[in-house]
Every structure is written in structure tokens, then in C-alpha cells.
């Protein structure tokens, strides 16, 4: 059973950092790119970064850019994406995803980042 489980979310303060975690299991993760998503509320899906299968390249949406930082772990086939520098703007439910066609269906629950005061 392919899956993935994101963790890490929580209420932070404008500026504050989160770090977000995503578990993934039944798959060879060392494999696979992975991606970050992220829907605010009433809004729809974006694409927010991305890690290749060995980490060794990364991209990000715009809107992201000197903030957030995408990385992995393969030996514990894990995903990472460290937010900093908060803003409300980034409030979503974040979700990671498998690079590619072979999984690109799997999703897990997200986990939602709240930036209030």
C-alpha cells in the first residue's frame, strides 16, 4: 500500500517558522522525486516545491522562494519542507505527492498551517 502521511502543521505567527514532515511507505522512496502542495482555504491546489529522487536539485513556487526549503532523508523515507519567515498568505493545508506518473495519485491527509496572531 502506497502511501504518505504529512505532520508538522500547526497555528504559527507572522514571521514564525514550521517544519512539515512527510512519511512515505510502500514504494522505493529513494526512487522518486517528491512534491510539496499546499490549497488554502477556498482556494484552489497549488504546487509549491520540489525534490528530486536524491536531493540533489529543488525548485520552488515564486511565492516561496527564500522561505521555504525542501529536503529529504532517503534512509527514513522521509520529506522535509522547513517555512520561514511565515505569512498569512501561507495559510493552507499542506499536502506532499510522488513526482512522476507512477504514483502522482497518492495522497495523504495534509496537515494544516494556520499564520495568525
Known amino acids: 500500500q502506497v502511501q504518505v502521511v504529512e505532520s508538522g502543521g500547526g497555528l504559527v505567527q507572522p514571521g514564525g517558522s514550521l517544519r512539515l514532515s512527510c512519511a512515505a511507505s510502500g514504494f522505493t522512496f529513494r526512487l522518486y522525486g517528491m512534491r510539496w502542495y499546499r490549497q488554502p482555504p477556498g482556494k484552489e491546489r497549488e504546487w509549491v516545491a520540489t525534490?528530486?529522487?536524491?536531493?540533489?536539485?529543488?525548485n520552488y513556487v515564486d511565492s516561496v522562494k527564500g522561505r521555504f526549503t525542501v529536503s529529504r532523508h532517503n534512509a527514513e523515507n522521509t520529506v522535509y519542507l522547513q517555512m520561514n519567515n511565515l505569512k498569512p498568505e501561507d495559510t493552507a493545508v499542506y499536502y506532499c505527492?510522488?513526482?512522476?506518473?507512477?504514483?502522482?495519485?497518492?495522497w495523504g491527509k495534509g496537515t494544516l498551517v494556520t499564520v495568525s496572531a
Open positions: 525534490i528530486t529522487s536524491g536531493g540533489e536539485n529543488t
Open positions: 505527492n510522488v513526482l512522476g506518473p507512477t504514483y502522482a495519485g497518492v
